[in-house]
């Protein structure tokens, strides 16, 4: 059954179009389906890539600060979420941190480390952009940009139809990314493709997003927006200690976009505004306590504004050491519960997306489709912050790239 991809595409029947057969066809020109295109084309096979936009890349181009956050050298499987969690095991191992930046240092692109393993190109990601170009062209693989898909159908092979041209082959990967970002082009095309096969997907939902907070809160708070904390933040059993910041709507900053992934509506949040410090320690042993004291007592914590706000909020009404041992508690507890996220438009990623079992994990080729393959953000394997992600779609890139 054909799958009508875009609204207000200029079909054209078979009689008026141009036909170009492949080996495979790869659907969007991201780090997944580059990688994946260029892996392919070196083991012989014709290639070609068809992306809906101008330029292949638009989302590394915008990625680590237009930096390009490519890879995290400590990346393991337990950096992605997953309904599976066993599943990107196996993509993970056969194409690790090391073989990516073997390319990158063949290109002799200069990188930097950042905190936590994260690699950063040290010029721009148009590096990687343009090593990943380059790996296509050496490989033979055509690149096609500003093709609108309006049509895909499967008989003896895939048809791909574009508002010019249909493009024949038996290999079909899907690396049309996730809903986030759509003003850079994000659509769920890669969804509605798997139904259209019969492939089950987990619900999606943004991830690695800002949250917003509750009116009574943004009064207490969001005039603060721009002032930042170390925290540990935690929810539904992940805790990642890293930086926090209060933005106008609510809070962000690595540590929030961390534990937003594992965030559920409703649900609440957990700060500990001060890791691995007694913060009231001196007051107790001080003669003089008081609301100065308490505010004091955070300095080289939080910041004065932010402490000033704390206590004025969460003062205990007495100074004993009962009191005081209560508000050191709820210093390293303080739950949040957010009324929504910033959504896709903020989000640098989709959690959810194709179901797992729908796919090997050795080849990312559909069980009930033979010669559908799915990769990168489109499949339901979300990472953390910090370069876990790209490492996805090379992995789950490389993966198809040589099973083809």
């Known amino acids: ?42 083991r012989g096979r014709r290639v070609a890539v068809l992306e809906r936009a101008e330029r292949a890349g638009k989302k590394i181009l915008i990625s680590g600060g237009g930096r390009c956050n490519f890879t995290n050298i400590h990346c393991n499987s337990e950096n992605f979420i997953s309904a599976n969690p066993h599943f990107a095991k196996s993509a993970l191992a056969r194409f690790t941190p090391a073989d990516f930046i073997a390319v990158v240092e063949k290109y002799r692109i200069p990188y930097h480390e950042k905190t936590l393993g994260q690699l950063f190109c040290d010029r721009s990601a148009q590096d990687i952009t343009g090593m990943l170009e380059s790996e296509c062209r050496d490989a033979g693989v055509k690149i096609f940009l500003n093709a609108r898909v309006c049509e895909v159908a499967k008989t003896t092979e895939f048809v791909v139809r574009t508002e010019s041209e249909a493009f024949r082959a038996q290999v079909l990967v899907v690396a049309t990314g996730g809903l986030s970002i759509p003003k850079m082009g994000a659509t769920p095309f890669g969804y509605e493709l798997a139904r259209q096969f019969g492939l089950k997907i987990q619900p999606t ?62 649900g609440p949040i957990s700060l500990d505004l ?95 489709a033979p010669g559908l393959f799915f990769i990168g953000e489109v499949v ?25």
Request: glycine letters at 10%.
């Open 380 to 404: 339901d394997v979300t990472g953390h912050l910090g370069g876990f992600n790209f490492q996805w779609a090379w992995a789950s890139g490389a993966a198809a790239g040589r099973s083809l």
């Open 1 to 42: 059954m054909p799958v009508r991809a875009y609204a207000g595409c200029a079909f054209v029947s078979d009689q008026t179009v141009s036909s170009r057969r492949f080996d495979a066809i790869v659907l969007g020109a991201g780090a997944a389906g580059l990688l994946c295109a260029a892996e392919a084309g070196k």
């Open 205 to 266: 939902r943004p991830a690695l997003v800002p949250l917003i907070f509750g009116r009574h809160a943004q009064k207490q708070y969001c005039d603060l927006a721009g002032v930042s904390a170390e925290v540990i933040a935690s929810a539904d059993g992940a805790a990642f200690r890293e930086k926090m910041l209060i933005t106008h709507r609510g809070l962000s900053g690595p540590a929030i976009l961390q534990v937003s992934s594992y965030w559920e509506r409703g």
């Open 274 to 368: 001060a890791p691995g410090r007694e913060v009231t320690l001196a007051v107790r042993e001080a003669k003089t306590r008081n609301a100065s004291a308490l505010q004091s007592a955070f300095q080289g914590i939080l910041a004065k504004r932010f402490a000033e706000r704390w206590v004025e909020l969460h003062e205990p009404k007495a100074l004993t050491n009962l009191d005081l041992a209560k508000f050191e508690q709820e210093i390293h507890t303080w739950s949040v519960i957010p009324v929504d996220t910033e959504g896709y438009e903020k989000a640098e990623v989709t959690a959810g997306g194709v179901d797992t079992d729908e796919l090997s994990s050795k080849t990312m080729e559909s069980r009930k």
